[in-house]
């Protein structure tokens, strides 16, 4: 579509922005052997891509730099980094929680930057989104914190809601609460809950933002094998901020490290965690392992 096919090798720091789809397929393609373990084929578009994604907050805080990152349908991305990296923002952008304020997000191949009111409002049943603080309604139940999506943005009805609703709570162990309010949950029990609700709008993209952080170290492990379970089960993609390096090790197909905005590092669990070629990354490691 734009330009001409050159036989480049694409360096996500120079490459132009929002390039062609099948050029940019084919770039990609060439350019993540070996930084997943997620296995990709030619001819497969990354489901998510970001080309020197930018972000300033009032005109002057530079958040995010320079970012570009491509994630595979069904890849399992942990994003790691010290706190103020950006790593909140970047995923704030890719479901336009946040504004970018330059480069390009893709999804499927559909450019969401700069869309309009009800474009995003089919991103946001594209890409779900699980968060640090949990985020459900305290006056409705499990259940109905489940439901409620659905029959909003998807317009099911409340029977199908409710059949979904259920499926979910079971799949996330929680059958049984169905029926209770978060305040009668535990931290950990809300997750879940939270991560149900994510998972029965079935979106493509599934953002987690240290979903473990807020909870008491006891719940981390329930919460941690919900996520286990969609990342090897699923078949979903997901990108998780996270601070759990044994879940990164175990469960991540690529590992991201990120610093002053910009995507520093980033390769396969066990090259990043145990040969890290940048000195940021190895440091931040060795200070949180
Ligand atoms: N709405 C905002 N207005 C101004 N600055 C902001 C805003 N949101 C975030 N920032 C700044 O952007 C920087 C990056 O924040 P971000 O939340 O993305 O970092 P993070 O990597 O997620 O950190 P943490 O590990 O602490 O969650 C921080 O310096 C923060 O103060
Ligand atoms: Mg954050």
Same mark, same amino acid.
């Given at each position: 579509m734009?330009?001409k096919? @050159?036989a ?6 120079? %490459?132009?922005?929002?390039?062609? !789809?099948?050029?940019? !397929?084919r $770039? %990609?393609?060439?350019?993540?052997q ?19 994604l930018? @972000? ?5 805080t ?5 970012v570009?990152?491509?994630?595979w ?6 994003v790691? &980094?010290?706190?103020?990296? &950006?790593?909140?923002t970047?995923?704030?952008c890719?479901?336009?929680?946040e504004?970018? #304020?330059?480069?390009?997000?893709l999804?499927?191949?559909e ?6 009111i009800?474009?995003? *409002? ?7 989104m699980?968060?640090?603080s949990?985020?459900l309604?305290p006056h ?5 914190n489940?439901?409620?999506?659905q029959?909003?943005?998807? @317009?099911?009805?409340? %029977?199908?809601a409710? @059949?979904?609703?259920?499926l979910?709570?079971?799949r996330v ?5 169905a ?5 009668? $949950?535990?931290?950990g029990q ?10 029965a709008?079935?979106p493509n993209?599934?953002?987690?933002d240290?979903? #473990?952080? !807020?909870l008491?170290?006891?719940?981390v492990?329930?919460v941690?094998?919900?996520m ?6 699923s078949?979903? #993609?997901?990108i ?10 175990d469960?991540?197909?690529?590992v991201v490290?990120m610093e ?6 980033? &390769?396969?669990?066990e090259k990043?965690?145990?040969?890290p070629? *940048? !000195? ?6 060795g200070s949180?392992e």
């Amino acid at each position: 579509m734009f330009g001409k096919k @050159k036989a480049v090798k694409y360096d996500p720091n120079t %490459a132009p922005a929002s390039l062609d !789809a099948e050029e940019a !397929a084919r $770039l %990609a393609f060439a350019s993540d052997q070996g930084l997943t373990s997620h296995h990709f084929v030619e001819g497969e578009h990354p489901i998510v891509r970001i080309e020197h994604l930018g @972000k300033t907050f009032d005109g002057t805080t530079q958040v995010l730099r320079d970012v570009n990152l491509n994630v595979w349908p069904g890849e399992i991305v942990v994003v790691l &980094g010290p706190s103020g990296s &950006g790593k909140s923002t970047m995923l704030r952008c890719i479901n336009l929680l946040e504004t970018p #304020t330059s480069g390009h997000i893709l999804i499927e191949d559909e450019e969401i930057t700069g869309k309009s009111i009800s474009a995003v *409002n089919k991103l946001r049943r594209d890409v779900g989104m699980v968060f640090q603080s949990f985020n459900l309604f305290p006056h409705l139940t499990a259940k109905e914190n489940v439901m409620i999506g659905q029959t909003r943005v998807l @317009k099911k009805s409340k %029977a199908e809601a409710e @059949k979904e609703a259920l499926l979910q709570l079971d799949r996330v162990g929680l059958l049984d609460r169905a029926d209770f309010k978060p305040p009668q $949950l535990s931290g950990g029990q809300q997750q879940r809950v939270a991560i149900a609700r994510a998972i029965a709008m079935h979106p493509n993209v599934l953002l987690f933002d240290e979903p #473990t952080s !807020a909870l008491d170290p006891e719940l981390v492990r329930g919460v941690l094998d919900v996520m286990r379970d969609l990342a090897l089960n699923s078949g979903m #993609t997901m990108i998780v901020v996270t601070h759990e390096m044994g879940f990164a090790r175990d469960v991540a197909d690529r590992v991201v490290f990120m610093e002053g905005g910009v995507v520093v590092e980033q &390769g396969k669990p066990e090259k990043v965690f145990d040969h890290p070629e *940048n !000195a940021r990354t190895a440091e931040f490691l060795g200070s949180i392992e």
